[in-house]
């Protein structure tokens, strides 16, 4: 699909979008009009993000895979774009709304421009209140905000510092009434910061794909059955009773010094699985502790 900018007809428009108050006059869009049909999840966060971050969003959006759900951000630097990414990697569809127009020489951030072309090839769209030339200002970012809390069924806060236009958007949502979900992080990261805030004000934690498809009124259990067995399809019951042990990361002595009790699995046999497991991609080491891919 070629990258040609027109204007969405109102009949066209997200359903949401009517509910909050000042909707914007016009939008324009590259792309496919989305089907508004699905689940649309606003996925917000830090520029500045750190590992845990995009790992928790590359993961969690691989768990939505095959789901009738379809990812929303704002084409920024760092979560935004990881989020973005994470949706075609796992052919979801996925709706940039960037803080400018989207005319290719106005897009922002300019080293975006590659990735907005990928969306609207994969079948996603761009989305803009702006005038295509339009460029992108300080008061343009938190206005764009608007668009995505309202449109979406819910927001979901990666990452976000005490002060952040991610912040934004989550308050946002919560005025337009919609769901707000937010990850938990390390307390000792000034990144964890808005997630905990929204969290002790009513925000869903997520640790999950599941957590997020319930969030969205899906049935997650019998999806979880159903990815999980195709997942471990060809491990043995021994490589299964580790992948039951590390459920919750743990640090691999006490992978060890568990298997060892409650399986009864030498201390050898266990590090030869959980070198098995780590090739076959299902487990990997991070920060010191061992957690399920």
Not at 25 to 32: D, M, N, R, T
Not at 156 to 178: D, H, P, Q, W
Not at 195 to 206: D, E, N, W, Y
Not at 240 to 265: S, V
């Amino acid at each position: 699909m070629t990258y040609t900018i027109k204007k969405l007809d109102k009949k066209d428009w997200p359903p949401l979008l009517g509910e909050i108050n000042q909707p914007p006059k016009q939008l324009l869009y590259a792309g496919k009009v989305p089907d508004w049909s699905r689940k649309l999840l606003c996925i917000v966060g830090a520029r500045k993000y750190t590992s845990y971050g995009k790992e928790a969003v590359e993961s969690l959006v691989e768990g939505l895979k095959g789901q009738p759900v379809t990812i929303v951000s704002g084409l920024a630097l760092g979560i935004d774009s990881i989020a973005h990414r994470a949706a075609l990697k796992n052919n979801l569809p996925t709706i940039a709304v960037p803080g400018s127009g989207l005319s290719l020489k106005s897009l922002h951030p300019q080293s975006h421009t590659t990735l907005a072309k990928e969306i609207v090839e994969s079948g996603g769209t761009l989305l803009s209140e702006y005038n295509p030339e339009f460029k992108a200002t300080h008061w343009s970012f938190p206005q764009r905000n608007r668009i995505m809390a309202g449109m979406s069924h819910a927001t979901f806060v990666i990452e976000a510092e005490k002060k952040s236009g991610t912040l934004i958007t989550a308050r946002l949502a919560t005025e337009y009434n919609r769901d707000v979900l937010a990850l938990p992080g390390n307390i000792w990261n000034s990144t964890s910061f808005g997630p905990h805030m929204l969290i002790r004000l009513g925000a869903t934690p997520i640790r999950s794909s599941d957590d997020l498809l319930e969030a969205l009124g899906f049935e997650a259990s019998s999806t979880k059955e159903a990815r999980d067995e195709e997942k471990y399809f060809d491990c043995s019951e021994k490589e299964m009773g580790l992948i039951e042990l590390i459920k919750e990361p743990l640090e691999r002595d006490e992978i060890l010094r568990r298997a060892t009790a409650e399986l009864n699995l030498p201390v050898s046999e266990t590090q030869t699985l959980l070198s098995l497991l780590e090739l076959k991609g299902l487990i990997k080491e991070f920060l010191g502790e061992i957690r399920l891919v």
